[in-house]
């Protein structure tokens, strides 16, 4: 016996009678299955325009904070052991002030045997001047001998062969004369290599102190001692040895699009605050906008920011914040613009 009636057709009424089952039962699983979306608040605020520039024009972009000298990478003309580090992180440096140095016994021990050449040298310059003064003695009284031989009128009275020994004497002299100044001059062109070769190694000692070159606040250190340091490259890896910079004061490059470049007002004031505390601003003053519009390489890690775009880096600087900003740090900045809606 069937369950259904004779004339019941499954497609006429069976088909909508299973639509409008699933409908409900889709509706029952979105009702009680979906989890809850309400809506919270964000983590953070996102930052915003406060104060003049709330209802006037203007640019957003987004910077990191640097060095008012930008950073400067510390490496060393000598290759070598770290022997001593004179810094760490944080400390403020004057310019001149030593910050590391390397193994310096191979250039005392060159400068100990140059000086030992030094002295050779100037003890045979010493000796080649008392030959040259003898020898000169010597010919002056072979030459006065030989005059006065030639100056008798008697033939008689001064032998031929006396006159060929004065003139032998004049010249043997001479001779030694000539080889005296000739072991002068060597002695004199051998003091003076001696004393360059000081010269290089006292100035090769002098470098493998390294020094600061600028006065500055220490911004990293990247080498221990007995660590070896090559021309080439930073301690076991690729960092530079030492990072330093001015902070005093801080600058801040912020990037614009240059979509937007056009519209910044520049020369004006920024509204400047620190990622994550968009509550906390301040008032940049303008520094300088680079002449070059360039690739973007500074990224706020933003899921919907663009990074095959060109920006224009623009300076300012930041004032007395209290520790507000750090070299590294992001920032957001709104700047003026000379029209157009705002961002």
Known sequence: MSLLPENFSFARK?????????????????????PERDLEEPERDPPRATGDLADEPRVAGAGVVEPSSETIEVGTALAGL????????????????????????????????????????????????????????????????????RDVDDPAAVSRAEVIRAEGD???????????????????ARLESAQAQVGTAQTELGRATVRAPITGEILAVNIRPGEFLSTGGGGGNAESFIEMGQTRPLYIRIDVDEEQAPRVDLG??????????????????????????????????????????????????????????????QVDAFIPATNGADE
């Open 268 to 329: 004006e004031p920024a509204l400047v605050s620190p990622r994550g505390a968009a509550e906390r601003q301040v008032r940049a003053t303008f520094v300088r906008a680079e002449p070059q519009v360039v690739p973007k390489t500074s990224l706020t890690n933003s899921a919907s920011e663009r990074v095959d775009v060109r920006v224009l880096q623009i300076i300012y600087e930041l004032p007395e914040a209290d520790g507000l900003f750090r070299v590294g740090q």
């Open 14 to 34: 069976g088909l909508p009678i299973l639509a409008i089952v699933g409908l409900v039962a889709a509706a029952l699983f979105i009702f009680f299955g979906m």
């Open 82 to 149: 770290v022997t001593e580090v004179f810094v760490q992180p944080g400390d403020y440096v004057e310019r001149g002030q030593p910050l590391f140095t390397v193994d310096q016994r191979a250039i005392r021990s060159r400068i100990r045997e140059t000086g030992a050449a030094v002295q050779e040298a100037r003890a045979a310059l010493a000796e080649a001047q008392a030959s040259i003064a003898e020898a000169r003695a010597a010919e002056n009284t072979a030459s006065r001998q030989l005059a006065l031989y």
């Open 170 to 188: 004049a010249s043997a002299a001479r001779e030694r004369r000539q080889l005296a100044e000739s072991r002068l001059s060597a002695a004199r």
